[in-house]
């Protein structure tokens, strides 16, 4: 029998899937905040999609989740934002408005919170 390399026979499929989790959030700034300064918005200060008060802003999900935050419909860079999530005294969003900016009263600010559940499914047969 002439030399040959043994291998293992093996077949392997698998679904993987991601399931966002979607969280919206939605303030109207109650006063001018000139910049340089901070806008802080405590989680009580938000309302959801129902218009209902928030009482807890998500956990990021290590590695799979990410937040956005609009001021007037504009995103805003991120090393302006500061999330913290939880719930009454603990959850906010601070904005910092640099020098020579403005958010004016009454301005529409909105944070998305994205968290995702990857899955994989891997079915190996021999």
Same mark, same amino acid.
């Given at each position: 029998?002439? !030399?040959? &390399?043994?291998?293992?026979?093996?077949?392997a499929g698998g679904v993987t899937s991601l399931t966002p989790t979607v969280e919206r959030f939605f303030h109207e700034a109650a006063a001018t905040v000139t910049g340089a300064?901070? !806008?802080? &918005?405590?989680?009580?200060d938000f309302w959801t999609d129902t218009g209902a008060d928030a009482a807890v802003l998500p956990a990021l999900a290590a590695n799979n989740s990410y937040f956005n935050a609009y001021v007037n419909g504009v995103l805003q860079m991120n090393d302006l934002l500061v999330y913290t999530p939880g719930g009454t005294g603990v959850g906010r969003l601070e904005i910092t408005v640099p020098a020579g900016s403005t958010i004016e009263a009454d301005s529409p600010i909105v944070l998305?919170?994205?968290?995702?559940?990857?899955?994989?499914t891997v079915d190996i047969t021999t």
């Open positions: 029998m002439p !030399l040959k &390399i043994m291998k293992l026979a093996v077949t300064g901070t !806008l802080t &918005i405590n989680v009580e998305i919170v994205t968290n995702f559940a990857p899955s994989t």
